[in-house]
């Protein structure tokens, strides 16, 4: 066979077989209408204008294909507190301070920020947030170290670095998952509300209760 025409079919079944991977590779949405995260917010030196948050609340209200609508609340260092809107587009790029991305990314994988151009994956771990472990995702721009849930894509974690200050964010609650209540997490089991060895203590004080009743109606009896 010609060489030329080798090669050409070559590069011609390598298109095939490439194209249709780039094709298929979908952007998940990780997050429904109702989820909400909350945020504690720590920072030192003299922060930018409007960044001096110590407190935030991101609820989403709606979503259609890769859009998606939330709700927030900010709070400042000052006291005050002031309601937001925004709409976040993953296919876009349009992700606000990188607080939602694509669900379910590997090490490797990329994802598109209208702000930072097209940023990868660099590890996947467990890390433990709000009560419970999480697999996540994490990635760096030159200025922010980020922490995302793999299976959510939402911000749980992000420490910016300033020339004037610094700032760390930190997830703090959310009904998307429910807080580990082993102890194995340094917390106590609960049973029916009750903490476990107040449950158990209240079942020997009865056994033993119902035990006196017992032998007092027998000797009644004799």
Known sequence: MNRKLLLALTSFIALILIVPVAISAEILVGVKQGDWIEYQVAFTGTPAEDHDVIWARMEITAVQGKSINLNMIVNFSDGTQEPKTATLNLESGQLGDDFLIPANLNAGDTFYD????????SGVEERTYAGATRTVVFANTSQTKFYWDKSTGILLEATSSYTEYTMHTKVDKTNMWQAQTDNTNGLQTQ????????????????????????????????
């Open 114 to 121: 209208k702000n930072e151009g097209n940023m990868m994956i």
């Open 191 to 222: 049973i029916f509300g009750l903490d476990s060895t107040l449950f158990y203590a209240l079942i020997i004080a009865a056994v033993a209760i119902l035990s006196v009743i017992i032998i007092f109606v027998m000797r009644r009896k004799k």
